[in-house]
């Protein structure tokens, strides 16, 4: 089946330093990537969503030069969190929609930041 | 995307059935019923989806009513296993559908 590889899986970094996370579709084509943000023992919230070759559309509230997002291929996107603070401490999680096939929406395992 | 609403807790014993429903009265005729779940410090996992008819997969079965304002995901023999989080959203299909999750059931399966 389809298979959205995030990576890292976890990351600790220090608060003002900047933290990059990528999300792959290994074995099918996206052009359209979603990234949410998940507080513990809450839902996934939609963050942005990221177009091959075009700028990422952001939700209310998320700060787009916070969260820098680049899908520069139709495998790959990437998130940024930029000067990162102990309150971006959260599970980061991709999707990604298959180009071939329209109905699937596939997601990654997510990455766990913390912020020191 | 319509917004959607799920009982926050649900309990099934082990090898029976779970029966986990989903209001979703503000549906578009365009928007399918899509099920993911989500175990603990992991992505969700995608379960099913349909648009009007019933689905089912080796997974799960989907019912959806006539008028599409609700639906029921079905887990024929619920394991231990199967305890998560269940979320049913509804989205359009394609790149545009982007999906808003709402608070989804917590299926606590007992043995």
């Known amino acids: 089946g389809a298979v959205v590889s995030q990576h890292p899986s976890w990351v600790i970094c220090k608060s003002g330093t900047s933290v990059k996370i990528e999300c792959r579709s290994l074995?099918?084509?996206?052009?359209?990537m979603f990234w949410y943000r998940q507080f513990p023992k809450q839902s996934l919230m939609l963050m942005a969503t990221?177009?091959?070759?075009?700028?990422?559309?952001?939700e209310q509230g998320v700060e787009k030069d916070k969260f820098l997002i680049n899908h520069a291929s139709l495998t790959l996107s990437t998130l940024t969190v930029t000067s990162a603070h102990p309150e971006d401490s959260s599970f980061y999680i991709c999707?990604?929609?298959?180009?071939?096939?329209?109905?699937?929406?596939?997601f990654g395992n997510g990455t766990r930041l913390t912020v020191t | 995307d319509a917004k959607t609403t799920q009982p926050p807790s649900m309990d099934c014993a082990e090898g029976r059935a779970a029966n986990l429903p989903c209001n979703h009265s503000?549906?578009?005729?365009?928007?399918?019923v899509y099920w993911y779940r989500q175990i603990h410090s992991q992505g969700p996992q995608y379960i099913i989806h349909?648009?009007?008819n019933n689905e089912t997969n080796e997974m799960a079965s989907l019912i959806i009513t006539e008028d599409r304002k609700s639906s029921t995901l079905i887990l024929p023999h619920a394991t231990l296993r199967d305890t998560a989080v269940y979320y049913c959203?509804?989205?359009?299909?394609?790149?545009?559908?982007?999906?808003?999750f709402g608070d989804g059931t917590t299926l606590t399966v007992k043995p």
């Open positions: 999707s990604a929609q298959d180009r071939g096939r329209v109905l699937s929406l596939h």
């Open positions: 074995d099918f084509q996206a052009t359209t």
């Open positions: 990221s177009n091959e070759g075009s700028k990422a559309t952001y």
């Open positions: 503000t549906i578009s005729g365009n928007e399918y």
């Open positions: 349909g648009l009007k």
């Open positions: 959203i509804v989205r359009v299909a394609g790149g545009a559908g982007k999906s808003t």
